[in-house]
């Protein structure tokens, strides 16, 4: 027996997880990727729930490739979890919504499934409990009333997106458009209300900052009178903070004076500085820790069979210049 033990715990350190934790269920959480400071946010928050739950038969265990753009490398994680006895949930946040949505279907998980940060698409919302984390349409309401305060009567845009799979993003570019124009559904802005997308808009930049801020660059080198950038995610300006405040501090008066206008989401890292240095007009912002920290819980409540809102909506904090020292939910 003692032989056993022992190798139960050798099996576990190989794993990556400590002998203590491995004798607890896992409430698990798979993100898009480990490489992403969003997503170490909602790991600090579930660190947090285990600091305050040490005796709890279950544990939070936070996973995801290294990589944001590894989409397979997302869904062979969530095979393998499901695959794992002592695996009691499982919160998934989809890099690729349809690739994740098949993993699903292919392990039939007799365990809760609920999705945290992304959703997947609506088509496909059986296969979750439910979603804990942004509304990301209103999110993207939110920057195109940004974007529109400042310009009216519209203008030329380019859209910055992430994973040309993920759904959330998806959410928010349709949110902004449709803020911009008063119309629904337009997958593309030809001059309504006003707005049109310049040409090689929008850009996937699979969630790389360096991409993201390297677009900007080229699109501005093409566009040089464009007057506004929606950034459905905050990749460019918290994953190359330096490059992204070299492409626009030449452009701080047009900024400052509405000329143009740049309306992004996240307010973490490096983001909420920029807006201060007048870098950015305004942030839209989730709440990263607090998706980490309430994912155990839910867990839990749809182990225990308790009822649970579909979905668990975690709100938004909004930064411009002037509200940089309060905007952050404390």
């Known amino acids: 027996m003692k032989n056993v033990m022992l190798l139960a715990a050798a099996a576990a350190l190989a794993l990556g997880v400590s002998p203590a934790m491995a004798q607890k269920q896992q409430l698990v959480i798979v993100v898009k990727g480990l490489d992403n400071p969003f997503f170490e946010a909602i790991h600090q928050g579930c660190e947090k729930w285990n600091s305050e739950n040490p005796n709890s038969e279950y544990v939070c265990f936070y996973t995801g490739p290294a990589s944001t753009s590894d989409e397979a490398g997302e869904a062979q994680i ?6 794992r006895p002592d695996t009691a949930a499982i919160a998934i946040s989809p890099s690729n919504a349809a690739l994740i949505a098949q993993t699903l279907r292919n392990a039939n998980p007799q365990i809760p499934v609920m999705t945290v940060d992304a959703d997947l698409a ?5 296969l979750r409990q439910t979603y804990l984390g942004t509304d990301n349409y209103l999110m993207g309401v939110r920057i195109g009333h940004y974007i529109k305060e400042q310009l009216p009567d519209g203008g030329t845009i380019c859209t910055i997106m992430g994973n040309t799979g993920a759904d959330n993003i998806a959410r928010r570019a349709q949110g902004m458009r449709d803020e911009l124009t008063g119309q629904t559904g337009l997958t593309a ?3 309504e209300g006003g707005w049109t997308e310049v ?6 930049t699979n969630d790389d900052g360096a991409r993201g801020v390297q677009a900007m660059t080229d699109i501005m080198a093409a566009n040089p009178d464009i007057d506004a950038f929606g950034i459905m995610g905050g990749w460019p300006l918290f994953g190359a903070p330096q490059p992204y ?3 626009f501090r030449p452009h701080a008066d047009r900024i400052a004076s509405g ?11 490096d983001e909420v500085a920029i807006a201060g240095e007048g870098l950015v007009t305004a942030l839209v912002g989730q709440r990263p820790f607090e998706m980490g920290y309430l994912a155990p819980q839910y867990m839990i409540k749809l182990i225990e069979g308790e009822d649970v809102a579909d979905p668990v909506f975690t709100g938004l904090d909004e930064c411009t210049k002037d509200t940089v020292d309060t905007c952050i939910q404390k």
């Open 78 to 83: 969530v095979a393998d979890m499901l695959a």
């Open 122 to 126: 609506v088509a496909d919302s059986a």
């Open 189 to 191: 802005l030809a001059g």
């Open 199 to 204: 040409p090689g808009c929008p850009v996937f």
């Open 245 to 247: 405040r070299e492409l």
């Open 259 to 269: 000329e143009l206008v740049i309306g992004a989401a996240d307010t973490i890292g």
